[in-house]
């Protein structure tokens, strides 16, 4: 990919800036019986999402995902744990993103409201999922699902933690 041409305002030197792509989280709340929170979205791309968003300088990829949800979904979540790193450079319209996913928990269910960029926020099913899910979320959702029936993120995941993950991988 090329990168943009720029002159140094000091020595008029062509200094050539090369994109990057953008940190984002996206946070699966999940809460057996209910399900897993989507926002719909009030800016394009429309349609249902994770919340999730784009991480700020000097935050953490865990805060980032907990602040996404809380202003998104009004929901205070604990991360359970990491479901994958997805870095499609199509994965998102707008730009190229590489998004760290967390899925968690929350105390207060009953408190899902949506705010700032999501419309509303609403727990579904994961046999009932509105439509359309935007980015690659359909994909994360499977990922998820596979986790909860297989302890793996994909059942073609190429390995597996054991349990004693410090030392082998059972492949």
Same mark, same amino acid.
């Given at each position: 990919m090329s990168g943009e041409i720029f002159k140094c305002p000091a020595c008029?030197? @062509?200094i050539k800036r090369h994109p990057s792509p953008l940190p984002t989280v996206d946070m699966i709340v999940y809460e057996p019986g209910a399900g897993? $929170?989507?926002i719909r979205r009030r800016y394009p791309p429309l349609g249902w999402a994770l919340p999730g968003g784009f991480v700020d300088y000097g935050e953490s $990829? @865990? @805060? /980032? /995902? *907990?602040r996404e949800a809380l202003e998104e979904t009004s929901l205070e979540t604990d991360i359970k744990g990491l479901l994958g790193v997805y870095s499609d450079p199509a994965r998102d319209p707008r730009r190229h993103t590489i998004s760290t996913v967390f899925w968690g928990r929350t105390n207060n269910p009953e408190k899902i409201k949506g705010g700032d960029d999501a419309g509303e926020a609403v727990f579904f099913p994961l046999d009932a999922l509105p439509s359309?899910? $935007?980015?690659d979320? /359909? *994909?994360i959702i499977n990922d998820f699902a596979a986790l909860l029936r297989n302890g793996t993120p *994909?059942?073609? /995941?190429p390995a597996r933690l054991s349990e004693d993950w410090t030392t082998s991988i059972d492949i």
């Open positions: 008029g030197a @062509e897993i $929170v989507l $990829v @865990e @805060e /980032a /995902a *907990r359309p899910l $935007v980015f979320h /359909a *994909r *994909r059942q073609n /995941a």
